[in-house]
């Protein structure tokens, strides 16, 4: 497994202006539904036609790295409503997890799984948040160390770039998949 810049719980989160909230602090005690493979026709967004329709989009930034034919596929997909849908419906359940984590330990949770904690070396925070940036960094680089203790067999990698690292860094996330699916194969520690 490898978790690029995850979030991990009681992580804070800008929810705009200077305000930050910790992930799972809007847990409200629902239920997380059960993990499934076949899909469900409650899984399925609603319609909302083909994507194609309203105004012209604006590609992204971080997105301008890529080639030409895929900055088309990504302008597509973002038009996509479904996007939204999918965004949407994790935020119903996702601060149940985030609260559960925090609840118990979880060191050690993924048994010996190969595991590689890809985490950017600088949070990039500024003083404008209700959290001076030093503690949100401090909380973030103990939060993503927390990360590798997931696993007995991990490794945490610090990388010198950005969030969206499969962007900025796409051959040091792929090197780290190569990693793992060695240690897989070969049975070995990372």
Known sequence: MVLVDAA???????????????????????????????????????????????????????????????QKLQLWAQALPEIEDAENSQRDWSGEYFAKWLAAPQAGTL???????????????????????????????????????????????ILHCGHNMELEAPEDVSAAIRRVVEAVRHHSKL
């Open 8 to 70: 991990f719980e009681g992580q804070r989160v800008g929810i705009g202006g200077n305000k930050t909230m910790r992930l799972g602090a809007d847990a409200k005690g629902g239920s997380i539904p059960l993990p499934h493979e076949e899909m469900k026709d409650s899984d399925k967004p609603s319609a909302h036609g083909d994507g194609a329709g309203g105004a012209p989009q604006e590609l992204d930034a971080m997105y301008k790295v890529l080639p030409p034919a895929e």
């Open 111 to 157: 048994g010996a799984i190969p595991l590689v904690v890809l985490t950017r070396a600088e949070g990039g925070y500024d003083d404008g948040q209700d959290v001076p940036a030093a503690q949100l960094e401090k909380e973030r680089k103990e939060g993503q160390a927390k990360l590798a203790e997931l696993s007995t067999n991990s490794k945490q990698i």
